[in-house]
């Protein structure tokens, strides 16, 4: 078989596909036409993120099987149009986890003991020794906020200077906690115990703006802060104010909420408490390597027909399956977001059931599409067709099927459950017309509404005027609703609303509407499915 090498990448992942009999060539530089014209004897296509895998590309493209992308971000490749054709695609987001995490451990190294301002001063012809004492990292308390892949690596590697490690991530367990030695605790109890915060979120709604002036107020004096996760995550403008007035003893940053940082926008320009680097966390040549290493055995694997945990989108179907499950894929990924924003805790088990037509036939596919649905919210890998059960099983996440003959209540439906450490709920969906996602139960309460956008649920004692308090706050804060729906009670005294609302709501409002007399809960949820996949 043939593969093409489009970028430069590493000759070891192309050593590596030649060593295991294909035939690779490896042609840099070539514009869309260059590609058009040469792709088409090609069963494979490697690249970076120069050469772009558009329509076109794929369309001349006869033989190809899977594109490999030598690094994480697939923006630069037509996932929809290669996902239509069968074509798998596969990234390498894992290969870097090592280097960011040593990156990490630098920088915590450099603000500790001012190595940067110390060697600046002593290549300014000073030799000035008091100003640079540091302090020791034994003993002292390291909250790591998000314990995935890095955060838990830099758990141990710290535990080996002897510190202490807590960890704040709302989404793992606490059997898994205790495994890496990381004592879970709350965000405020970790702002408000350690003596160094690093950051190893992805970027999520939740996560944007996670750390900003309410959260370093809390933190304790003399902290020390480290981001080298995604800037929009931390508010340095706020950090470059707490490291002024010393409240903040050092910082030691990667990555920014603009790239590149220029002098206007920095705000540490002329501060020596804080060490920053151009976004490095990534740099390292055995990253580089990893990255094609990565890739070529993704794609071997690809074309071996074998399971590619680093496929990014979905492998092909059987036509008379696909035909009778393809109009429930998008209700059930929006179920699974419903589900994961639902659920208070670390997900323990996942259970899908299905009754009428859907009961009699294979359904592996749409669990899948759940999965994908409640992962994607909280994970920083893109969660797809291809990798959920392993996502899900990785996470000590249980997945169940079951298929029902009783079909009572409502027929051809799907039953979503959510267990987590602290609670279960579970949401009922079907198709309106063979075509509309439709929620049609939330736990007791019977409801109607359509799973997109930006919805709010309200759990609420059923007293006069509820409809009123919330439209007159939303209509104040010149929030559009799109729609309304009042579910039918089933346990006596309470009731559930359902308000479609056009954008997203800021937490000032959100924390008005939850203070409303007779609200029990209050949950703002973007239904909207994963980008592209
Ligand atoms: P991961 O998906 O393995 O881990 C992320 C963890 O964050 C998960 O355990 C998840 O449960 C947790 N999490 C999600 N939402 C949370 C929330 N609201 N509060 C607390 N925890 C939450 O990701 P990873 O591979 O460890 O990467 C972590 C971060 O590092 C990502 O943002 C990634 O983009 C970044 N990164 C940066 C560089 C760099 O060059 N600086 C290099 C690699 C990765």
């Known amino acids: 078989m043939k593969i093409l090498v489009s970028d430069d990448v590493s ?38 993120s120069m050469t772009h895998v558009t329509e076109k590309v794929i369309d001349a493209a006869k033989n190809l099987k899977v594109v490999g992308r030598a690094g994480v971000g697939v923006d630069s490749i037509d996932l929809k149009t290669a996902t239509q054709r069968g074509i798998i695609v596969v990234n390498a987001p894992t290969s870097n986890t090592i280097a960011a995490t040593e990156h990490t451990c630098a920088m915590i190294m450099a603000i500790t003991r001012h190595v940067p301002q110390a060697y600046n001063s002593l290549m300014a012809g000073e030799w000035d020794r008091e100003k640079f004492t540091g302090i020791q990292l034994k003993g002292k308390t390291m909250g790591i906020i998000g314990v995935g892949r890095i955060g838990s690596r830099i758990a141990k590697r710290m535990q080996a200077m002897e510190m202490r490690t807590i960890g704040y991530d709302p989404y793992i367990s606490e059997e898994r906690a205790k495994q890496l030695g990381v004592e879970l605790v709350d965000l405020d109890t970790l702002l408000a115990t350690s003596d160094y915060i690093t950051m190893h979120t992805p970027l999520t709604k939740e996560t944007k703006g996670m750390i900003g002036t309410d959260e370093i107020a809390k933190m304790k004096d003399g902290v020390r802060v480290i981001n080298v996760s995604r800037g929009a995550v931390l508010d ?27 002098p206007d926008i920095n705000p540490f320009i002329g501060m020596d408490n804080v060490v920053i680097t151009p976004h490095l966390g990534a740099s390292t040549v055995e990253a580089q390597i990893g990255v094609s290493v990565d890739v070529a055995e993704g794609v071997m694997a690809a074309l071996k027909g074998e399971p590619v945990p680093t496929a990014v989108n979905m492998a092909p179907i059987p036509k008379n399956i696909y035909n009778v499950i393809h109009p429930y894929f998008d209700l059930m990924e929006r179920m699974g977001i419903l589900g994961v924003y639902l659920t208070e805790g670390p997900m323990k088990e996942i259970s899908v059931e299905y009754t009428g037509d859907l009961a009699k036939t294979e359904t592996g596919i749409l669990t899948t599409a759940v999965l994908k649905g409640a992962l994607n919210p909280i994970l920083q890998e893109s969660v797809n067709f291809v990798n959920a059960a392993q996502v899900a099983k990785s996470r000590h996440i249980a997945v169940k099927e079951i298929k029902s003959a009783d079909s009572s209540n409502f027929l051809d439906a799907v039953t979503v459950r959510i267990t987590t450490s602290k609670e279960v709920h579970f ?18 309460y019977r409801v109607d509404f359509t799973p997109e956008g930006y919805l709010l649920l309200a759990p609420h004692v059923d ?28 346990r006596q005294g309470h009731n559930i609303m359902a308000i479609a609302v056009e954008n997203d709501i800021p937490n000032d409002i959100m924390l008005k509407l939850r203070s409303i007399d007779g609200i029990l809960d209050m949950k703002l949820i973007h239904c909207d499915l994963h980008a592209g996949l």
Request: net charge negative.
């Open 11 to 48: 000759m070891k992942g192309v050593e590596l596909l030649k060593d295991n009999g294909y035939e690779v060539d490896v042609k840099t530089n070539l514009d869309e036409q260059g590609l058009i014209d040469c792709i088409g004897e090609y069963d494979g296509l490697i690249t970076r």
């Open 463 to 490: 007293q006069p005027n509820m409809i009123g308090q919330i439209s007159t706050i939303l209509g104040q804060a010149h929030i559009n609703i799109r729609g309304m729906q009042v579910g039918r009670m089933t």
């Open 236 to 262: 340095i403008y706020a950090l470059a104010d707490a490291l002024k007035s010393g409240h903040v003893a050092g910082a030691a940053i990667d990555v920014f909420p603009q790239e590149p940082l220029t």
């Open 427 to 444: 949401l009922v969906g079907m198709l309106f017309n063979k075509t509309e996602p439709k929620i049609v139960q939330i736990d007791e």
